[in-house]
Nanobody, 120 residues
Framework: QVQLVESGGGLVQPGGSLRLSCVAS????????MGWYHQAPGKQRWLVAT???????NYAASVKGRFTISRDNAKNTVYLQMNSLKPEDTTVYYC??????????????WGQGTQVTVSS
């Protein structure tokens, strides 16, 4: 079992920045990939960014150039630096961990979510 705890969400003005953090604990000898997804109420969960254990990253088109995902394997932590935030970035962000490449994100572990609100 892997437990994921997110932090760093909050209220920020348009154009501002936030950094989300997600710490993994439990059976974390190795985690293939970690990532961030967002979900608006009543809608499906969408990928924001992912990073594999070798540092390969993947971003949604809507956040490329504004968000940066990084990972500290020694601390079992993944970060999402969010810059130039827009009101449409407002939603709940969830941390995800895929233990192995065979496990899809949906089958992996999820955090409880952290709310990001971009508003003036």
């Amino acid at each position: 079992q892997v437990q994921l705890v997110e932090s760093g969400g909050g209220l920020v003005q348009p154009g501002g920045s936030l950094r989300l953090s997600c710490v993994a604990s439990g059976s974390i000898f190795s985690i293939y990939a970690m990532g961030w997804y967002h979900q608006a109420p009543g809608k499906q969960r969408w990928l924001v960014a992912t990073i594999t254990s070798d540092g390969t990253t993947n971003y949604a088109a809507s956040v490329k150039g504004r968000f940066t995902i990084s990972r500290d394997n020694a601390k079992n932590t993944v970060y999402l630096q969010m810059n130039s935030l827009k009101p449409e970035d407002t939603t709940v962000y969830y941390c995800n961990a895929r233990p192995t490449q065979r496990v899809t994100a949906a089958q992996g572990y999820w955090g409880q979510g952290t709310q990001v609100t971009v508003s003036s």
